[in-house]
């Protein structure tokens, strides 16, 4: 892969790890493993929601309603998926 693709590249990895702890993260404070009032807690969630808002926000103005159901974290891996593969595609 040539070097001009490979920053963009991580940038996308670090969103999907961001994307999958987001993922973990919503089901174990569904399931009351782990508790929002905790600092700690509290400030990873508050700084992943951040980040990770403006990128399900355009998602989900296409998604329709579809109750508790967020698909957005769904569809934003897979177009990082396709980013990554076209970068891997077109860089060698």
Request: proline share 13%; net charge neutral.
């Given at each position: 892969?040539?070097?001009?693709?490979?920053?963009?590249?991580?940038?996308?990895?670090?969103a999907w790890f961001f994307i999958?702890?987001?993922?973990?993260m919503s089901w174990l404070?569904?399931?009351n493993v782990l508790n929002l009032h905790q600092?700690?807690?509290?400030?990873?969630?508050?700084?992943l929601n951040r980040f990770l808002?403006?990128?399900y926000r355009?998602?989900?103005?296409?998604?329709?309603s579809m109750g508790g159901l967020d698909l957005?974290?769904?569809?934003?891996l897979l177009i990082i998926a396709a980013l990554q593969y076209t970068l891997v595609y077109y860089g060698v």
């Open positions: 892969m040539a070097p001009i693709f490979a920053i963009p590249y991580m940038v996308l990895n670090v999958i702890a987001h993922f973990i404070i569904a399931f600092q700690v807690v509290g400030q990873i969630w508050q700084s808002d403006p990128i355009p998602i989900r103005q296409y998604l329709p957005a974290p769904l569809v934003a």
